[in-house]
């Protein structure tokens, strides 16, 4: 139970769901939004058994990049797992970047709210929101980590609590749009050629809160029997994740008359108007106020998860000044300079924010992407492995046994479809304020991944299973 609500707490699907439809309706409308996410719920069911069999073999902290290093061919292990590291890492610390991001611009849109004189949403003003949630995430990460595991099933309940307290004011206050305009109505919006290439651009909002399942592997190393626990954990935190997700954009969906409107809404969030439409201001903000307090708890409980990964790529020398980052402190037992480069990094994407106004959008395309290509590199390692050398893979509580393969296989091509359309654009043509800063971003670390590696990393990483060899 403890693992199950830390991811919970962790991944806060609907928290995040509910303001991530954007890309979804403008590109493909609410039946695309809603017939996108059934797709991958059940085209992400290979990954989620892929991955949950890799954490019962070799449940590490490392995850992915340990995976690649245990399993992908010895020819290409060391260097394949290498860019693992930086993707994982890349891709947790995007994640990261997104819950003080959402915070920091949830609290802009309260004194929206409540201040007709408030400007319209400064870009500045979030990004110093933003900042200030960094420093409290980070103090809460250091100082307070022992009290998480005390209250974080409190906040559980007042997860699940607030999710009927948002959505039932909204299923019986809110105008209805009709069920043939949820699941037939399509829409273009994002100026695409034919309706066709917009719904693969729209996939986006599905891709992403289909990610994220693999919290609990980051923190393998601190949960008791972690080779059951964290599989069961996945498993069941995805279908809980699904059936959220689903019902909250049900909802959402049927409470939407007109689309074009809420995606008008100042604030960028088509939710927030649905709130507007469906309850009183005072109510607006006691509701957006709980859905902080509970992401911001989000952001505490994933900043964890996120150094963690850090830090045991760099324990592993993968990083610049790898000594430095894995040093964990003796008082606080917990990795706090990897804290402070994670933040760091949060810091300098919300940065985007003020000369971008989708840049919610494009750190939720960096983290989506990122994840999905460590999640094709680790599947097709032990796929490889187990068509080649089955009889290496070692014996776990969750195996696929002889469904190995081709769950594997679709597995892979699911994730190598997701990884291509979620680079794309909301809309077109394409300009600065628009533009998918994920892709820049993407190739960017990849190009300072591989400066390192021939300048001092070749020296100092040499792949977990080498060093599990070694000792």
């Not at 070799?58 to 860019?83: C, D, I, N």
């Not at 610390?93 to 400007?119: K, R, S």
């Not at 994933?302 to 790529?313: E, G, I, N, P």
Request: charged content about 10%; glycine content about 6%.
């Amino acid at each position: 139970m403890a693992t199950f609500s830390f991811v919970a707490m962790a991944t806060s699907v609907w928290e995040f769901g509910i303001f991530s439809i954007s890309q979804g309706l403008v590109d493909g409308g609410r039946a695309g939004l809603i017939w996108s996410t059934i797709v991958h719920a059940v085209g992400f069911i290979p990954i989620v058994l892929s991955m949950a069999e890799m954490a019962s073999i070799a449940p590490t902290a490392g995850s992915q990049y340990h995976w690649v290093s245990e399993f992908a061919h010895p020819k290409v292990q060391r260097l394949l797992s290498y860019y693992t590291g930086w993707i994982s890492t890349l891709a947790w610390q995007a994640g990261n970047a997104i819950g003080v991001f959402l915070t920091g611009t949830l609290i802009q849109v309260i004194i929206f709210e409540n201040d007709p004189d408030y400007p319209a949403f400064p870009n500045w003003h979030g990004s110093l929101l933003v900042i200030a949630n960094i420093l409290i995430t980070v103090t809460g990460n250091i100082f307070l980590t022992r009290y998480i595991p005390r209250v974080q099933t409190a906040f559980f309940v007042l997860h699940i609590l607030t999710f009927f307290a948002v959505m039932i004011p909204i299923c019986i206050n809110a105008p209805k749009a009709s069920a043939r305009e949820v699941f037939a109505d399509f829409q273009n919006l994002g100026g695409w050629p034919n309706m066709g290439v917009a719904l693969m651009a729209g996939q986006l909002s599905a891709i992403y809160m289909m990610c994220g399942m693999d919290s609990s592997c980051h923190i393998s190393e601190e949960v008791r029997d972690a080779a059951k626990s964290v599989p069961r954990s996945m498993m069941s935190i995805y279908v809980v994740n699904v059936t959220i997700t689903l019902a909250a954009w049900f909802i959402i969906c049927f409470a939407m008359p007109d689309v074009e409107l809420a995606l008008e809404h100042p604030s960028l969030y088509p939710f927030i108007q649905v709130m507007e439409q469906s309850m009183s201001i005072t109510w607006v903000t006691v509701e957006l106020t709980l859905i902080v307090a509970l992401v911001l708890f989000a952001n505490v409980c994933y900043l964890t998860a996120v150094s963690r990964d850090l830090f045991a790529f760099a324990r592993d020398g993968g990083t610049p000044f790898h000594q430095w980052v894995a040093y964990v402190h003796p008082k606080y037992r917990a990795p706090v300079n990897a804290v402070y480069v994670t933040s760091a990094f949060s810091f300098l994407l919300s940065l985007i924010y003020i000369g971008s106004s989708t840049a919610f959008y494009a750190i939720t395309s960096l983290m989506t992407v990122a994840l999905l290509q460590c999640y094709m590199f680790s599947i097709s390692s032990i796929l490889w492995r187990r068509i080649y050398l089955p009889e290496t893979i070692p014996e776990s509580h969750f195996s696929l046994d002889r469904w190995g393969i081709p769950i594997n296989a679709m597995a892979v091509v699911w994730c190598a479809w997701s990884f291509f359309w979620s680079f794309w654009p909301q809309a077109i043509p394409i300009t600065a304020d628009g533009f998918n800063w994920a892709s820049a971003i993407f190739v960017g670390v990849i190009v300072v991944a591989t400066v390192h590696y021939f300048v001092s990393g070749h020296k100092t990483y040499h792949g977990p299973v080498t060093l599990v060899k070694r000792m």
